[in-house]
């Protein structure tokens, strides 16, 4: 009994060794292969530091690098900008480089979930990175060299296909580092649990964010965001015209102009996103869909609503056309005395 305690005693004495000589030693070992470039914007905290740093690869452990800043009092030196992080760099290179700072003057690009393409390209021209002609153009270049789907009937290829986010870049960033880094961002979110869910639908990533484009667009909060997927699932399976206001006002502007009323005039124009007049999705997306959109439309709620007017609260749903008139009905006595 004493024998065994003794190695008992002996093997955690030597475990404890050989984590005080070699694990810190491997936490401190940084191994990638190719260069990063972390951008840091102003008043990031050291949390989002180490987190940046882990998510890209480049260090082993987030707590033993914030142990190692803190101890080293670097924590309170890191400076904002957009650092070149390569290969062959050893955690005190980091550490350095990280207090030494950068020129470059960082610049913070906020996508709300919802925008089209040509809102985007706007956006980044208005906060000095680029104009919207060269945004389009590297949406372009990068559905080119990244994707092989139907352009036809669309305006702009990457709608849809970039992730509406806030991101952090430097003044010196380019529009094709805006398009690479969003783009990748949607790939990233469109898991391959996604993926997988999308082949047992039988539909295309491209038919997926379509629908997840349009349940983005029509939501008026999270909870009905799978209940108006169900809807359009509920119409699609028996060949009815999905009658969506937001698609046709896309069409209409060819994914630039916005109208705020559409008219019966509307509805009656022939346009491949006119859902009004074809028993279908349109031909990609109208919009950028968030990630609670994506699920939404990978999960449908299992109802038996064809219908959903706006309300006081949200959309009210109705299984019926009758059903659906009286609230619309609603609606209108609602919009009279709010």
């Not at 209409?252 to 028993?279: A, C, Q």
């Amino acid at each position: 009994m004493k024998k065994a305690f003794y190695l008992f005693v002996i093997l955690v004495v030597a475990i404890g060794l050989f984590g005080f000589l070699y694990l810190p030693n491997y936490l401190s070992e940084v191994s990638f292969n190719e260069p990063v470039v972390l951008t840091i914007p102003k008043g990031a905290s050291l949390n989002y530091v180490a987190d940046s740093l882990y998510n890209e690869g480049i260090i082993k452990s987030r707590y033993w690098f914030k142990y190692q800043a803190k101890s080293k009092d670097i924590d309170r030196s890191i400076k904002p900008g957009s650092y070149d992080i390569t290969p062959g760099m050893s955690l005190e290179d980091i550490f350095t480089l990280l207090q030494k700072g950068t020129l470059d003057k960082p610049v913070v690009l906020t996508i709300p979930e919802g925008f089209t393409l040509y809102q985007m390209a706007e956006r980044v021209e208005s906060i000095g990175l680029g104009s919207t002609k060269e945004f389009i153009e590297a949406t372009m270049d990068y559905y080119e060299e990244n994707y092989d789907f139907s352009t036809e009937n669309l305006y702009f290829p990457l709608e849809g296909y970039l992730y509406p986010d806030t991101y952090h870049f430097t003044d010196k960033s380019t529009p094709r580092d805006v398009v690479n880094r969003m783009a990748k961002t949607m790939e990233e979110v469109f898991s391959q649990e996604y993926r997988d869910r999308a082949e047992e639908l039988d539909l295309s990533i491209h038919e997926v964010l379509t629908l997840a484009s349009i349940i983005e667009r029509e939501a008026y909060n999270d909870e009905e965001r799978a209940t108006i997927s169900g809807v359009i699932y509920n119409r699609l399976e028996i060949g009815m015209p999905l009658q969506v206001d937001a698609t046709v006002i896309y069409g209409l502007g060819e994914g630039k102009d916005h109208i705020t009323r559409v008219l019966n005039s509307h509805t009656s124009t022939p346009n491949p996103f006119n859902t009004y007049m074809i028993n279908d999705i349109p031909p990609g997306p109208i919009a950028a869909p968030g990630k609670a959109s994506i699920k939404a439309a990978l999960y449908p709620e299992s109802h038996d609503y064809y219908y959903y007017v706006l309300g006081k609260d949200g959309h009210v749903f109705g299984k019926t056309y009758q059903e659906h008139q009286k609230n619309v009905e609603n609606y209108r006595k609602l919009m009279k005395n709010p």
